[in-house]
T-cell receptor, first 112, second 113 residues
Framework: GDSVTQMEGPVTLSEEAFLTINCTYT??????LFWYVQYPGEGLQLLLK?????DKGSNKGFEATYRKETTSFHLEKGSVQVSDSAVYFC???????????FGGGTRVLVKP | DGGITQSPKYLFRKEGQNVTLSCEQN?????MYWYRQDPGQGLRLIYY???????QKGDIAEGYSVSREKKESFPLTVTSAQKNPTAFYLC????????????FGEGSRLTVL
């Protein structure tokens, strides 16, 4: 079945550092890929998405490119802020489309 | 503003009691979902519904029940049969079963004493 693997956290960074969170997936067909962010005590919010190979999703300085050849959707941000401290989830919407499959989440802590 | 409202935000329950978590959406979405989140883990799907009066089991449905009598409402009951109910529960909705992103509520934290 479908699965998503993310790097384990926590990831601790200083402000203005470069952030990369690795995400790889296993799926049949051509899934849509998503990154969600969860701030403390809240639900998840969509950060960005990509629906086909080579698409790049971007939002709030974050970017991720749908790489079919490596089955990856790594999240990057060039200069993080303290306000980026959160848990980040990679997810895929499989060919069946009836649900999203989530990775385990990566906690990011940005220190001033 | 359109969105998803979950209540209560925090809930405490004694062992052996059933509890019901509320989820209401005013996004006019057809599909609704319940996920469970445990510390350090991803989200696991409990139940989902694509239309009124229809719902399907997810990956961890045992010990849970749902109903979908109205389009905007999808309550989740955590029964006494659920062996480890302490968790963070997230309700989500989507325009349709195969369409678009999920929108999430702010979650309900259930603690069994």
């Amino acid at each position: 079945g479908d699965s998503v693997t993310q790097m384990e956290g926590p990831v601790t960074l200083s402000e203005e550092a470069f952030l990369t969170i690795n995400c790889t997936y296993t799926a049949t067909g051509y899934p849509s890929l998503f990154w969600y962010v969860q701030y403390p005590g809240e639900g998840l919010q969509l950060l960005l998405k990509a629906t086909k190979a080579d698409d790049k999703g971007s939002n709030k300085g974050f970017e991720a490119t749908y790489r079919k050849e490596t089955t990856s959707f790594h999240l990057e941000k060039g200069s993080v802020q303290v306000s980026d401290s959160a848990v980040y989830f990679c997810a895929l919407g499989g060919a069946a489309g009836n649900k999203l499959t989530f990775g385990g989440g990566t906690r990011v802590l940005v220190k001033p | 503003d359109g969105g998803i409202t979950q209540s209560p935000k925090y809930l405490f329950r004694k062992e052996g009691q059933n509890v019901t978590l509320s989820c209401e959406q005013n996004l006019n979405h057809d599909a609704m979902y319940w996920y469970r989140q445990d510390p350090g883990q991803g989200l696991r799907l409990i139940y989902y519904s694509q239309i009124v009066n229809d719902f399907q089991k997810g990956d961890i449905a045992e010990g849970y029940s749902v109903s979908r009598e109205k389009k905007e409402s999808f309550p989740l009951t955590v029964t006494s049969a659920q062996k480890n109910p302490t968790a963070f529960y997230l309700c989500a909705s989507r325009l349709a079963l195969n369409t678009g992103e999920l929108f999430f509520g702010e979650g309900s934290r259930l603690t069994v004493l």
